[in-house]
């Protein structure tokens, strides 16, 4: 099941899934610790008329997960007409305090007066493991606390601000008990004031409603890392009240917002509210300590049982240029930090890493038939490097270059120097940004070639003249041996990635959208050039394929969650956007940006009525596939309508 809406505040990270229930619950680091890990539930649950109806069973309740357009806040309706309640929920995280909120409305839409029951159920894994996990009710703030170890979560509840009146505490999935919320069936909770082990706990909130009457209810959890913090945050809600967080909060966003705020020249109230929602959750992935989440969907269990919360460099490099171009500079520059802190002795990026900057996983081995090999994507190195030259151009921030050139610019600018076929001039071999083929991709190749020349440039602001002249050297170096090894002239295509063995240069000419806009983004060749303008064509040709829903592929035959083999692949929203910068590039009047607008239609239409936007689509159905949200969706969302609106003014009335 896919999340439906994601809300952070760098710290405390909240995913709510279709049913607007709390699936994922990160904390103290985004992406790091999931203390709910998706597979269990924060359940809702509405006792009327001698019955207990929860969202996570009755599908009698008729659930809308939709976003504000101008906070990082859910809007979710909830109607269930078999009982004649309905409830509106507003969520949001606190951005300067880790506490969650939810304001619930409660709605008798009967004719008569009824008693209904609130019920909230939380379930825990705390540190993602069962074991020495203790829940209990503390009488003192009258609040339920679970904790193990350094992490503390206290939830609070109160009914037109009267505290919530029953509780009870117990076990979940143990010795057939299947979980504290079924002591809610009867209307009543027992008050069992404690338990550990595999520990779950329950609140209600009691009521008489009269005909249509609507009843507002504010809770919350608090994450710590001791009790004392906790229910130092609960006495901080209880004095400035939830009303006045929330509120708070929101104004926090909407004054965000205002940061990036742009002339959306003629761009549809739909794409504005998609580029807004687009750079808020982008922002939601982006860990206080400078990592960049991929995705936050705990249920995207990708090969070996694990998941997108990593901080791969290359999409967290894309990610925090868009924020950086909308206006957002500091999670670039805690980015940077990051970098220059993992980067490794020798100057590479490994494949990925978590936010508290400790090595992510990998299946990229470190030997193969029997010969040593670097396990890296080279390209998340050098785009690292690109990105903060984009930085440095758009901010001037000349104390952040100088205190990271030595540590970072010239050690991985070093490595990307030496790590080249002396032969060829073109990048050693490494895994391709797609993390599935080792070779010496097009992509990759561009990348190094853009990275080299950023490094020169940034030496050159602070008087390295023989690094300059060797990065210089080097990134033409490499741009000439991509023009001469790398294109495809019967084809009409870059190939995918080229291997030199005893007996010369491999080819694999499989058609990737990846080969192209390497050669277009990282300025390998102008954007009118023929082959960039016939590889294009070839491309968009060749991986819109068998796709009814519309979009591109990765790649001709990419097999990755592939729904549909008659189909080049299924489509991805970033390759997608792709072809949507390489047409505003080569706009030279604005009815050029007709199909432009189009492909921002489609983005649009296979939104979430949140605004969440996966990786890929079903090319059938265009129902969302993979990780979702995908920071780097949004993040390509972000940039493209950017560099649309750049071009439009450049444009002007020209015709």
Same mark, same amino acid.
């Given at each position: 099941?896919?999340?439906?809406?994601?809300?952070?505040?760098?710290?405390?990270?909240?995913?709510?899934?279709?049913?607007?229930?709390?699936?994922?619950?990160?904390?103290?680091?985004?992406?790091?610790?999931?203390?709910?890990?998706?597979?269990?539930?924060?359940?809702?649950?509405?006792?009327?008329?001698?019955?207990?109806?929860?969202?996570?069973?009755?599908?009698?309740?008729?659930?809308?997960?939709?976003?504000?357009?101008?906070?990082?806040?859910?809007?979710?309706?909830?109607?269930?007409?078999?009982?004649?309640?309905?409830?509106? #929920?507003?969520?949001?995280?606190?951005?300067?305090?880790?506490?969650?909120?939810?304001?619930?409305?409660?709605?008798?839409?009967?004719?008569?007066?009824?008693?209904?029951?609130?019920?909230?159920?939380?379930?825990?894994?705390?540190?993602?493991?069962?074991?020495?996990?203790?829940?209990?009710?503390?009488?003192?703030?009258?609040?339920?606390?679970?904790?193990?170890?350094?992490?503390?979560?206290?939830?609070?509840?109160?009914?037109?601000?009267?505290?919530?009146?029953?509780?009870?505490?117990?076990?979940?999935?143990?010795?057939?008990?299947?979980?504290?919320?079924?002591?809610?069936?009867?209307?009543?909770?027992?008050?069992?004031?404690?338990?550990?082990?595999?520990?779950?706990?329950?609140?209600?909130?009691?009521?008489?409603?009269?005909?249509?009457?609507?009843?507002?209810?504010?809770?919350?959890?608090?994450?710590?890392?001791?009790?004392?913090?906790?229910?130092?945050?609960?006495?901080?809600?209880?004095?400035?009240?939830?009303?006045?967080?929330?509120?708070?909060?929101?104004?926090?966003?909407?004054?965000?917002?205002? @940061?990036?705020?742009?002339?959306?020249?003629? %761009?549809?109230?739909?794409?504005?509210?998609?580029?807004?929602?687009?750079?808020?959750?982008?922002?939601?992935?982006?860990?206080?300590?400078?990592?960049? #989440?991929?995705?936050?969907?705990?249920?995207?269990?990708?090969?070996?049982?694990?998941?997108?919360?990593?901080?791969?460099?290359?999409?967290?490099?894309?990610?925090?240029?868009?924020?950086?171009?909308?206006?957002?500079?500091?999670?670039?520059?805690?980015?940077?930090?990051?970098?220059?802190?993992?980067?490794?002795?020798?100057?590479?990026?490994?494949?990925?890493?978590?936010?508290?900057?400790?090595?992510?996983?990998?299946?990229?081995?470190?030997?193969?038939?029997?010969?040593?090999?670097?396990?890296?994507?080279?390209?998340?190195?050098?785009?690292?490097?690109?990105?903060?030259?984009?930085?440095?151009?758009?901010?001037?921030?000349?104390? @952040? %270059?100088?205190?990271?050139?030595?540590?970072?610019?010239?050690?991985?600018?070093?490595?990307? %120097?030496?790590?080249?076929?002396?032969?060829?001039?073109?990048?050693?071999?490494?895994?391709?940004?797609?993390?599935?083929?080792?070779?010496?991709?097009?992509?990759?190749?561009?990348?190094?070639?853009?990275?080299?020349?950023?490094?020169?440039?940034?030496?050159?602001?602070?008087?390295?003249?023989?690094?300059?002249?060797?990065?210089?050297?080097?990134?033409?170096?490499?741009?000439?041996?991509?023009?001469?090894?790398?294109?495809?002239?019967?084809?009409?295509?870059?190939?995918?990635?080229?291997?030199?063995?005893?007996?010369?240069?491999?080819?694999?000419?499989?058609?990737?959208?990846?080969?192209?806009?390497?050669?277009?983004?990282?300025?390998?060749?102008?954007?009118?050039?023929?082959?960039?303008?016939?590889?294009?064509?070839?491309?968009?040709?060749?991986?819109?394929?068998?796709?009814?829903?519309?979009?591109?592929?990765?790649?001709?035959?990419?097999?990755?969650?592939?729904?549909?083999?008659?189909?080049?692949?299924?489509?991805?929203?970033?390759?997608?956007?792709?072809?949507?910068?390489?047409?505003?590039?080569?706009?030279?009047?604005?009815?050029?940006?007709?199909?432009?607008?189009?492909?921002?239609?489609?983005?649009?239409?296979?939104?979430?009525?949140?605004?969440?936007?996966?990786?890929? @689509?079903?090319?059938?159905?265009?129902?969302?596939?993979?990780?979702?949200?995908?920071?780097?969706?949004?993040?390509?969302?972000?940039?493209?309508?950017?560099?649309?609106?750049?071009?439009?003014?450049?444009?002007?009335?020209?015709?």
């Amino acid at each position: 099941m896919s999340r439906s809406l994601i809300l952070s505040n760098g710290e405390l990270a909240v995913a709510l899934d279709e049913r607007g229930l709390v699936r994922d619950l990160y904390y103290p680091h985004v992406g790091l610790e999931d203390h709910v890990r998706g597979h269990y539930l924060h359940r809702i649950g509405v006792w009327v008329d001698g019955s207990i109806s929860w969202f996570s069973e009755d599908p009698s309740w008729e659930i809308v997960v939709s976003a504000e357009e101008d906070a990082l806040a859910s809007h979710i309706s909830a109607k269930n007409p078999r009982i004649g309640v309905e409830l509106k #929920i507003a969520d949001i995280v606190y951005n300067e305090r880790s506490i969650f909120f939810r304001t619930i409305s409660v709605a008798n839409t009967y004719d008569h007066a009824r008693e209904i029951r609130l019920y909230f159920a939380q379930q825990f894994e705390i540190y993602k493991s069962h074991g020495g996990d203790t829940a209990y009710f503390d009488p003192a703030s009258h609040s339920v606390i679970h904790y193990k170890g350094r992490r503390i979560f206290l939830i609070h509840a109160a009914l037109d601000k009267k505290p919530f009146g029953d509780y009870a505490i117990g076990l979940a999935n143990f010795n057939g008990q299947e979980g504290t919320y079924r002591d809610a069936d009867d209307g009543a909770l027992s008050k069992n004031p404690i338990e550990h082990g595999p520990a779950d706990s329950a609140i209600g909130l009691y009521a008489s409603y009269e005909p249509g009457q609507t009843r507002e209810c504010h809770y919350w959890i608090a994450c710590g890392q001791r009790v004392e913090d906790v229910i130092e945050l609960n006495q901080y809600v209880l004095r400035k009240t939830p009303e006045h967080l929330t509120t708070s909060a929101r104004e926090y966003w909407k004054s965000w917002l205002n @940061l990036s705020s742009k002339h959306f020249a003629d %761009l549809s109230p739909a794409h504005l509210k998609l580029f807004k929602q687009s750079l808020m959750y982008t922002k939601a992935h982006v860990d206080a300590d400078g990592g960049v #989440i991929a995705s936050l969907d705990s249920d995207m269990l990708q090969y070996g049982l694990d998941t997108y919360s990593y901080v791969w460099p290359r999409d967290a490099g894309f990610a925090v240029l868009a924020l950086d171009r909308a206006g957002v500079r500091n999670p670039a520059k805690r980015f940077f930090e990051f970098c220059r802190v993992v980067l490794s002795d020798d100057g590479y990026l490994m494949h990925k890493y978590l936010p508290d900057r400790s090595l992510g996983s990998s299946w990229h081995p470190w030997i193969k038939d029997g010969e040593y090999q670097l396990p890296i994507q080279e390209d998340e190195t050098a785009i690292v490097i690109y990105a903060l030259y984009k930085y440095y151009l758009h901010n001037q921030d000349l104390e @952040l %270059l100088e205190s990271l050139y030595a540590p970072l610019v010239e050690r991985a600018a070093n490595f990307l %120097l030496e790590y080249r076929d002396t032969k060829t001039h073109l990048p050693e071999a490494s895994y391709d940004l797609w993390e599935e083929k080792r070779g010496t991709s097009t992509f990759t190749a561009s990348s190094v070639c853009a990275a080299l020349f950023a490094a020169a440039e940034l030496s050159k602001l602070l008087g390295k003249e023989e690094n300059e002249r060797l990065y210089r050297e080097a990134s033409e170096e490499t741009r000439e041996a991509v023009l001469k090894h790398l294109w495809d002239g019967n084809s009409g295509t870059f190939v995918k990635h080229v291997n030199r063995t005893q007996g010369g240069l491999v080819y694999d000419r499989t058609v990737d959208a990846s080969s192209v806009y390497g050669i277009f983004a990282f300025a390998i060749l102008p954007h009118d050039d023929p082959r960039v303008e016939r590889a294009w064509e070839e491309t968009v040709r060749r991986l819109s394929y068998g796709n009814p829903a519309g979009g591109l592929a990765r790649y001709e035959g990419d097999h990755y969650y592939r729904r549909d083999k008659e189909s080049a692949g299924n489509p991805w929203i970033i390759t997608t956007l792709w072809y949507a910068e390489y047409r505003i590039a080569g706009a030279k009047k604005p009815a050029d940006l007709d199909r432009v607008r189009e492909i921002f239609d489609w983005v649009v239409k296979h939104a979430q009525p949140s605004g969440v936007l996966s990786e890929q @689509l079903d090319p059938r159905t265009g129902h969302q596939v993979s990780a979702t949200p995908l920071a780097w969706s949004h993040a390509a969302y972000v940039s493209a309508v950017l560099k649309y609106l750049e071009k439009r003014k450049e444009l002007g009335n020209v015709t």
